[in-house]
């Protein structure tokens, strides 16, 4: 992807420094394919089972810039983001268990739980295939100072009073994200498992095998800085791939057998590949990548056994709810993981558009940086 352009916007003040009507906030949108910039929006309102948010953290995601390049095609002016946390502004009428002014996490997919998908045991698809995908795709996402929540009884998680905002938020996507990976990965008790490619997804999908018993994590990863939080997260063995050819190595380590499961956590054609060649027989290639460009992602057919190897390719979304975000912060709360160490930089909200051209070129080694309002 190209730099993305970003349009000087006018200038904002925060409420009671300027003139700026109260029912307006300030949110960082996507203005069309490759543009980006911050604009006054009103104060979104709540529906009865609804509710609204007033943000405190928010981590920007590679997915944002996805999105910005145009992997999900044109969107005009829509508030980017969907990892935040904050506090109740307001509650639907509907809505009970909750009050005014309590701290909650709010996962990046929120479903309805009540369509054939949600009840049917896929609630990450929705009302249809990414359908529990909302917040910047198909409606405002997070990052602006207020933000809406539909469904909140379900979607609302409470933040314990032992976790910060930047603890807590981390749960939105990344522990979701990276530990659905290694839950649909299958990974027998002290099996092997490959994890390709060491962002903020694969690296809490290094953690998530590990918590899940395997017995020998691999991490595929050429950023130094990467290997390193690789290797603090729990992989025994990091391969580079610019120096070796992963699959080969992956056989070596396993006595020629492969994998017991691969994990794909980039959303490219290549990991893909090198998951299936990996992979012994009977094996699971799990994907959670997103694989932003082409119109398919080719299987290698003879590593695939010709489609009849018994290898099992299982993807999944993030998935939501406020039992899911209760369960990982509980994870955080007891001392199983400890994401911080991901934080590489820190902006106010005022910077945010520093901040994501950052995020879009991997500058000075950023994996994720934290926005607070």
Known sequence: MSHVKVKEAKPTHRA??????????????????????????????????DAIIRTTAALICTSDTHTVAGAIGER?????????????HQLGSEVVGFQIGQRVAVNAITPCYQCSYCQRGYSSQCGGMLGGWKFANTKDGSMAEYFHVNNAQANLAPIPDTLTDEQAVYCADMLSTGFVAAEYANIPIGGTVAVFAQGPVGLMATVGARLLGAGLVIGVESMPNRQAMAKRFGADVIIDHTKTDPVAEILKLTGGQGVDAAIEALGSHATFQACIKATRPGGTISNVGYHGDGDSVPIPRLEWGVGMSDKTIRTALCPGGSERMSRLMRLIEHGRVNPLPMTTHRFRFQDIERAFRMMQTKEDGIIKPLITF
């Open 76 to 88: 005009l002016n829509i508030t980017l983001g969907h990892e935040a946390v904050g506090v109740i």
């Open 16 to 49: 009671g420094k300027s003139s700026r009507p109260a029912a307006t906030m300030r949110a960082f949108v996507m203005r069309r394919i490759g543009e980006v910039g911050v604009m006054n929006k009103p104060i979104p309102e709540p529906g009865p089972n």
